[in-house]
């Protein structure tokens, strides 16, 4: 369930929007992006601005079935741009998405990817695509920045700007991304994550930087026949901990389990590795476990 406000969602898109585009100031868009091998800073750019008109799309014209993704999917349109027209053209797509989005209001009935059904949906799956994707256009051109942290926090290292996200966006992040990864439709595109089922068999994710009222932690069941979620403490077959953005990096895949330090059982599992386990990331328990869960319920962010 949305943890922000309707209308937080809607300032959010645009504030996320400005903060990337304040990272990107000056930069060359034929830089590559580390964290999405197959693009450039550009398509990058290009994606998430068709991401945002395409929501829109849905939005304005009150689409009841699937709309076309092309805008999506193709960013062949980024080529040759100027970096100007190119950041107008972010600004331009977030702050019609905004605009259309409040005029819609949170109980219109649209189509939707997953459950949902109104512009809540939208105005929340937006906010948090342009919050990873800004997080990827700060390690494409910091990548020996400090550490991602959330705000509020300690000041950043001297040197390159490191990746922040508040708090509440960021726990806002977890719990949609906890509610796709158990959906029943998980076990439809992946029918292999019921080889993971089992009685007694959990994942526990807690955030390390933040205050206990927050309840910055959730527990994954991967016994019965669903997968369930919930906001709560619990003994777990895999325990991670870790700062909250270092959490939300490592379930979206920038981050690999191989740069945690962990312990316990799996292929990868080890004490310590060459980065000492600067990320901050802690994972106890059965590695390969976690890795084909993630493997599995990330299936969406890959097609």
Known sequence: MPSMSYARYCAEIVAQTDLLRS???????????????DWNLGQ????????????????????AE??????VNDVSGATGKDPAAVDAWLAAGAAQLADTLREAGPEAQVWTVAPGGTPVFWARRMVHETVVHRADATFALAPASPDPRTTPGPAPAPGAPAFTVGQEVAIDALDEWMGFASLPLVFEAKPELRDLMSNGRTLHFRATDTAPETAAEWLVGLDGDTLTWSRTHGRATVAVRAPLAELLLLVYGRRATHDARTTGSGNNSRSGNGNGGSNGIQIDGDVSLL?????????????
């Open 23 to 37: 990272r990107i100031e000056g930069a060359d868009l034929a830089t590559p992006v580390p964290t999405c091998p």
């Open 291 to 303: 890795d084909a869960w993630l493997d599995g319920v990330s299936f969406w962010l890959k097609e």
């Open 66 to 71: 699937p709309v076309s993704d092309e805008l």
């Open 44 to 63: 990058l750019l290009w994606h998430l601005g068709g991401a945002h008109r395409w929501a829109e799309t849905i939005v304005r014209t009150r689409a």
